[in-house]
């Protein structure tokens, strides 16, 4: 069974905007950043992919208001996260999982920029991450 998937982020120096928009084009899921559109209705989407930068430690404040302002909405849906920060190796896994406990979303990914590149020049591990939403 085929499911609708909806992608929603919030993005600072537009590297989770781009990993965004690259994620919905390869998902043919639709895409909603969340410093233009707060009001969704998420009725239609079955998997909510979710994609913040971090600054201070902490994802951005508009995809955490979103989460708390939508709970109810949310509660049936599949979630995933993905992360777009500086850190890698095991400081970037603490980072997302002290991120992903925070928003409740166990299905949790993170980048860092720095790994290999496709030949879009997009991070090989994002490619990694599109091939498991598409299992969702």
Known sequence: MMTKKAILYSSGL???????????????ADIF????????????YS?????????AGKPYGAL???????????????KSLFLSCMLKDEKGEAQLKAVSN???????????????KNDE???IAVDDFIKEM???
Do not use: C, P
């Open 14 to 28: 537009g590297k989770t905007r781009k990993i965004a928009a690259y994620a919905a084009k390869e998902l043919k």
């Open 33 to 44: 950043d969340l410093k233009k559109q707060t009001v969704i209705d998420l009725s239609e």
């Open 47 to 55: 998997h909510i992919i979710f994609g913040t930068g971090i600054h």
């Open 64 to 78: 955490v208001r979103f989460i708390k302002d939508n709970k109810d909405q949310l509660t049936s849906k599949k």
């Open 102 to 116: 925070e928003l409740r979303i166990s299905d949790a990914y993170f980048f860092h920029g720095k790994g290999e």
């Open 121 to 123: 020049g997009m991070e």
């Open 134 to 136: 598409r299992t969702r």
